[in-house]
């Protein structure tokens, strides 16, 4: 036991604009762990300390408190302040970062290892800080966010906001909040004619969640699964990185096809489709190979994926009847969301599943964050039930395709030989197709340097080549935006001939 | 091809409030479907259809053009309408619902698999619509909801409502909204010692959500994870649905050891510890034992993961720097919680990684849901970076103190001798303790009898058996709720003497 007064502490120069009880903690921290400050070493008195430091001595006490209750130091009655004998000697410096090439790679110890999934997302890109809010043409899947009522929406947040600490003491169920839930049941009803109950509806925080929650309990490790090719790549992704086995199946005018499917990979426990509006191609899926794919599944006890993601836009006519609205054996699992009808920051989806697997996937949705926000469930639920989200999802529709109007008739005047594209009953992107040969990545990448965001239509190919296409979003950009961009097209295109 | 008239379309009575057109619908498709009408068959004319039911000619065409859009109905020019060729006759009757009992287990198909991780949460209660929001003493983790400052919050949403359109165009990046991780970061570092960037700070959506992006991209089936016993459950869950094989290690006064849990189980890939707070003992880890932990996870190249779940709520002095403080080789992962300091039903959380996983964790986090919601993190970090964070944590800090002191105080009037229980420096709950072979899981039955809700100490047991004693949870009541819970609480104590 060393009984020695220590001779000074040094304030770090670092945290000079740190609080001097800051400064004095961390300094003398910092010289036990790294063993300047051995165990049983007496400090000076809070009164000389302070003096030597010129601060008040209620500075350097709060420092010696906070040391005390952090175990670095320890008082002895009448006998002043020392440094915790506690404090095993040997772990200190091992606790400083290793200088470099200090230990050979036999001592080094092993770096922690990450999952196999971590391996394998390493290195995607994900967004990054600096262009997150750069939404350009021809940006997919974005929506007329300055249409969107949000006067209304401050409205209902505000009231939601007043009832909030009456209405949201604790946590919420993991199925999502009632009221939205019940919204949504009688909306899809209605408008995509899902037979549901409120019972079976999940919120999820989006639809990636949705297809995420579908992946981890319907899917084990190696299980099969079909997709569509050209596909969503997101939803690709969910169910490969889950571990499943992934085929993807050629789509023609028609949809997906059963028997294709049956011809590529002999069987699987899941197919993920998109039968309103195949996405990218846009293709609906055709009533004879929708009694096909249910009759497939009911004969193989397997399930059927329907993800329904912007089918609320249908320009001819009412939107078609989903695929779930003609099952009878409990074999879909619909997939919606509220990305591309309210706007895409807002992060809700849905799942409507089947009554008996709605306490699975509440559980598994428990498990994975408990629940989804309840103010934004909250305000959500009133827009539907007063009729705001009808009346936005109308005017959006007559919106979108009047833009879409636009998109066809600006690249006919100005990109005509250069690119084909043509009206689409339904969607929020058109495809524009590019002659023989040429690369779409190639166009996308020099599009960039001008400031379009243009989508290759080879990047959404699993395994079949698609002809060179570019997924030209045009919900999100008015006339004027449009105008300009077809111009901007027509340069990058120019430029390849 | 047949081509006799229908004789007549009966309305279904069930849909009777549904309009006409649609009630028109789905009577024509259910016929198609359930091969009352068989393909080629031609249906009567519009006109002749409407004086037949007595509606609008209007009605039937808008009913028939659905029909025609879904690929049930056929036109052919000049000769009327027909029941769709394509339709497959033999995949009709297959879509009806069995009869019960119609077909041999040989026959009938095999019904849809789930996996592993849903037949093991199978069953799991997790919250129902009817008592979700019933919250009264002693839930656990609830905070004191009436004296959040939600007239702040309102100010603040609606002035990033307003803003919205412009701020928020699209979708976010996984990590989260820049300016919430500028002021997380910039809060831990000052109130808990966490050292970090907003390049390390990933928010999600809640402190699970947290736990379960660090079970996908730290662990592989088959990993061996070390958790505290007693523990919390939901970390517990997720580590071992996950496919990690869990070993709970007993804590002590001083918390974690790392030298009892090699005694255990040899290794390790990750630990879960709560050393601010352990979870529900309430204990602090000791700086040695935080010492030999950051050394062997060193030595193993393990990773730690610090849960600092309610770490703000010290009442002695100041909160306790975090390990991730002293840690300086990358081996700790730190999460933290805004649902004990904002309120729960927000689901805002975060982790704060080592800088080089944070591009994989952001990566896990895309694929999980995309990103949390936009404006509650934009709400969350003005609240935070105009101070207002900080000053409800004050208040809160000293009210929790005040009902802590109150639920002492009441017990030790009211129950002495039933139940022993004592202030703590830290937390949101106390533990009282019951005398030596009481039940308290019958004790906390009886407690939900008479509208308590009690956690009883043994619910949060892995493997080693703990005294009997209940979790109390008391920042979410005021004194005269306290008041009254204690004094139910003494006659359900008192009925087992």
Known sequence: MKNESVPF?????????????????????????????????RLPSS?????????????????????????????????????????????????????????????RPPPPAISKFAMEIRGERSGTDADWDRVVPFRNGVTAIREFPFDIWEKIAVRVIRQAARRFRGYGVPAGYLPLREAIAAHLSGSRGVRCGADQVIITSGAQ????????????RGDRVWVEDPCYQEALAVFRLGGAEVTAVPVDVDGFDVGAAE?????????????SHQYPTGATMSLARRLELLDWAR??????????YNSEFRYTGRPLASLQNLDRHDRVIYVGTFSKTVFPALRLGCLIVPVNLADIFAA????????????????????????????HLRRMRSLYEM????????????????MKISKASSGMHLIGWLRDGLDDRAVALKGREIGLDLTPLSSYSVTKRQPPGLVLGYTGFNEREIAEAVEKLRSVLGSFD
Chains 1, 2 share one sequence.
């Open 9 to 41: 502490i040094m304030l770090a120069e670092k945290s000079s604009d740190a609080p001097f009880y800051r400064q004095i903690y961390e300094s003398v921290r910092d010289a036990i762990l790294s063993g300047r400050l051995t165990s049983g070493t």
């Open 47 to 107: 009164r000389a300390l302070a003096a030597q430091l010129g601060v008040s001595r209620i500075t350097v006490v709060n420092a010696f408190d906070q040391l005390l209750a952090e175990g670095y130091l320890e008082g002895r009655t009448g006998a002043g302040t020392f440094v915790a004998s506690e404090i095993p000697d040997d772990l200190l410096t091992v606790n400083e970062p290793e200088p470099t090439g200090a230990q050979t790679p036999e001592t």
């Open 209 to 220: 969640q949705a297809l995420d929650l579908i992946g981890r309990v319907l899917l084990d």
């Open 263 to 275: 011809s590529v990979c002999a069987d699987a426990k899941l197919v993920y489709v998109t039968p």
């Open 299 to 308: 004969r193989r006890g397997s399930w059927i994926v329907e993800d329904d």
């Open 364 to 391: 598994a949705k428990n498990l994975c964050d408990t629940h989804t926000a309840l103010i934004e469930q909250a305000v959500l639920a009133e827009f539907i039930a007063e009729g705001h989200f009808a009346r």
């Open 403 to 418: 833009r879409q109007a636009f998109l066809v008739d600006e690249s006919g005047r100005r990109l005509a030989g250069m």
